[in-house]
């Protein structure tokens, strides 16, 4: 896949083994979680889940070129892989899926990730204000923490993502537009969506430079998210990193794909298994063995056993919480409701 | 019934009451309607659909269009069948932008089109509030009533199905606030049928708030062309009684219908108005009933303050301060964003709030 524009970079750092290894290792567990949550989904456990399978190789690859001890991520909804690889505690991000909470139960500030969200294209601009404000911070250059925002070929056709692309350009705010486009927005295929075919395209017309990226090589990934990165850092702007990926699941539990696409599709046009491919890779570089690829399995089962436990576990929040954090300074009248609620629902 | 009456039987029947039940709300809370027709029990998804098909065979300028209503049928399956049928001309899913899907609507208006959109969500509807406010509501009058803007807006409503967030969102107010608009909101498969083909027959913007929690649950429904006698104004009076009025719209008429039910095995008669239209509301039918019954509780999930549940309570207390026993009452959802699914019960008005609204207004003693 080419490059619209070029970065304007030295070419792409290579990475070690261990740094190979560390990026399968995700994958699987973010592979083995989201698996389950479909299984949780039909067991009961939660209501509903939006799977990234998939999508592991934009998400993990990119995630992980993030420096999170300055950077900040603004994910949609299906960013399962992303949040499990900057060390989101996952918990307390599955919550969202289990109703128990909308923006999910972490503390997006110390996690440096917001809110969950719900509205398509609803956070691209949070993150060039986010942005924005450490070009204000006043950073040196080379320095900058850095936005990413996550979005997807359907989000890239709300008003409000043409908005950001053009305020970050003007204010040359330290941002990266990370679109994973996997062919899909629920049943519209990216062909009725993206016209001229590119979200990346775009960014010619901001004056920004993009890249097309294989999303399903998770190197590939890595490699120009960290590009973009360094662009950014460096105090020269904002950037497009298209990931070229598949929704190979559902949009979401309960959607039905057999309504728009068939199997055969779906074979054919997801292309190879980015998780597939990965380890094929690993195995012809002599950079691992069948012991590790089980290892990270067995390590991938664990943890989502302990996160399963603990969705397990988690109770509905408490009524009173509908009513603790509308305000900071809550009104007069939002007590009196509370009370209202409290004496009418426990019959006091 | 003495003016003394409280409702502690009450609440130990609804004791027995589980939620399961709340979610059986059936059939028979729907009376017949009163024309007898040819009757097809159908759900409200279908008689959304039946109705869609009969508008776009009926008016050749109806057009559908939104996100995922060609080949999907819509997320909710209400457009399910209809582009194969009328062609991809005529049923189209646009990108995905809902501002772009009513500013194009407007356009085509102007262009002689009818146009049927959808947003997917009440949530979704916020991203498009710039057109709907600033251009839907106003070209009509801008242009001198030269360029009508016959748009009815599809929009599944109000919150019940644990789903994410803004999808449990309650816009009545804001959109009855907006002068150019007309709302509605049908609370069973009949009214959904007629209402839908009424409101795409006008020449003003009609948004149509469909109820999603009970887009599955099935009723009579007198379809075709024996359907002349239906009235599609105004209120409408789902339940007699003569002690008290419950007013609501949408989702929340069953529920009230289920309070009634209660209330009568105390010997409370409790009449429920449908709303029907939350723009025009129907000042007339209130007063009605509420000249008989005396007292008034208006029932809403939209959160209270500045809510209609306000604008009822006004309309009701202009036409009949002089009669009422006690000031209107309202139980509605609180002044907080519809909650995450585990706590949406404790949000949506449910029948012990109502219950209690209801033993206020009985209990009531002035000064
Ligand atoms: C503003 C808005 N409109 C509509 C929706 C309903 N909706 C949820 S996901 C989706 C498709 C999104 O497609 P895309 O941006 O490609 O992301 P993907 O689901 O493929 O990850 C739609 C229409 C929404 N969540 N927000
Ligand atoms: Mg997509």
């Not at chain 1, 070229?244 to 997801?270: A, F, K, N, Q, V």
Request: aromatic share 8%; hydrophobic share 40%.
């Amino acid at each position: 896949m080419a490059d619209v524009l070029a970065l304007d970079d030295t070419g792409p750092a290579e990475l070690a083994g261990e740094e190979l290894r560390e990026l399968y290792r995700l994958m699987v567990a973010v592979r083995y979680l989201d698996e389950s949550a479909i299984r949780w989904q039909r067991q009961g456990l939660i209501p509903g889940y939006a799977p990234q399978l998939g999508q592991e190789a934009a998400q993990v690859g990119s995630g992980y070129a993030l420096d999170m001890s300055r950077d900040f991520v603004f994910p949609t909804y299906r960013e399962m892989g992303v949040a499990r690889t900057v060390g989101v505690d996952m918990v307390e991000y599955m919550s969202t899926h289990k109703a128990t909470w909308h923006g999910g139960l972490y503390d997006p500030k110390a996690s440096r990730f917001a809110p969950i969200q719900a509205v398509v294209g609803g956070s691209v601009l949070h993150a060039v204000g986010w942005a924005h404000g450490q070009t204000l911070d006043g950073a040196p250059a080379g320095e900058l923490g850095v936005a990413i925002t996550y979005f997807g070929d359907g989000a890239s056709s709300q008003g409000d993502v043409h908005e950001a692309m053009n305020f970050a350009a003007v204010m040359k705010a330290p941002v990266v537009f990370f679109i994973q486009n996997n062919g899909w927005a629920i049943s519209v295929p990216t062909e009725r969506q993206v016209a001229g075919g590119s979200v990346a395209a775009r960014a010619a017309g901001y004056g920004m430079p993009s890249i097309q990226v294989d999303g399903n090589d998770v190197v590939a990934v890595t490699q120009a998210t960290a590009a973009a990165l360094a662009h950014a850092r460096a105090g020269k702007g904002p950037t497009v990193v298209e990931a070229m990926t598949y929704r190979r699941g559902p949009h979401s539990t309960s959607d039905d794909p057999g309504r728009y696409r068939t199997l055969e599709e779906e074979r054919t046009d997801g292309g190879e298994d980015p998780l597939a491919r990965m380890r094929a890779r690993l195995l012809a570089d002599g950079i691992a063995d069948e012991a590790f690829f089980e290892e990270a399995l067995a390590a991938a089962k664990a943890e989502e056993e302990q996160i399963r436990e603990g969705i397990n576990a988690l109770g509905p929040r408490p009524g009173t919480e509908m009513f603790d954090f509308v305000y900071q300074e809550p009104t007069q009248a939002l007590k009196a409701q509370a009370s209202a609620w409290r004496e009418e629902s426990e019959h006091v | 019934m003495s003016e003394h009456t409280t409702l502690s039987d009450l609440e130990a029947a609804q004791d027995n009451t589980t939620a399961a039940d709340v979610q059986q709300e059936s059939v028979q809370n729907f009376p017949e309607p009163a024309d007898a027709g040819a009757t097809e029990t159908m759900s409200m998804q279908q008689a959304l659909n039946r109705a869609l098909a009969e508008v776009m065979t009926e008016n050749p300028r109806a057009l559908i269009l939104g996100e995922d209503v060609g080949q999907l049928g819509g997320v909710f399956r209400i457009t399910d069948g209809l582009q194969k049928k009328f062609g991809e001309a005529r049923v189209f899913d646009t990108p995905l932008a809902e501002s772009g899907i009513l500013g194009m609507s407007v356009g085509l208006a102007m262009a002689g089109y009818h146009p049927i959109p959808e947003v997917q969500f009440d949530g979704f509807a916020y991203p498009a509030v710039n057109q709907i406010i600033c251009q839907v509501g106003r070209m009509n009058y801008r242009s001198r009533g030269t360029l009508p803007m016959p748009i009815t807006l599809r929009v599944p409503s109000f919150g019940g199905i644990r789903a994410p967030e803004h999808h449990g969102e309650s816009l009545e107010a804001m959109f009855a606030h907006v002068p150019g608009l007309k709302v509605v909101s049908p609370s069973g498969p009949n009214e959904a049928y007629h209402l839908l083909k009424y409101a795409a027959a006008r020449q003003d913007p009609v948004i149509f708030m469909e109820p999603k929690s009970r887009y599955w649950q099935k009723g009579p429904v007198n379809a075709g062309a024996d359907a002349a006698g239906y009235s599609p104004n105004g209120s409408r009076v789902v339940r007699e009684g003569k002690h008290l009025t419950l007013v609501a719209w949408g989702a929340m008429v069953a529920r009230c219908l289920q309070v009634a039910e209660l209330a009568a095995e105390d010997g409370i008669e409790i009449e429920v108005l449908d709303l029907r239209w939350l723009k025009p509301i129907d000042a007339e039918g209130l007063a009605a009933s509420v000249a008989k019954t005396r007292r008034a509780v208006v029932v809403h999930e939209a959160p209270r303050t500045s809510g209609l549940g306000a604008e009822v309570a006004s309309t009701i207390t202009e036409r009949c301060f002089g009669t009422l026993k006690a000031p209107v009452e309202r139980v509605t959802g609180f002044d907080v964003p519809y909650p995450s699914g585990d706590l949406e019960d404790e949000y949506i008005p449910n029948i012990d709030r109502i219950l209690y609204g209801i033993q206020r207004v009985l209990e009531y003693r002035r000064g």
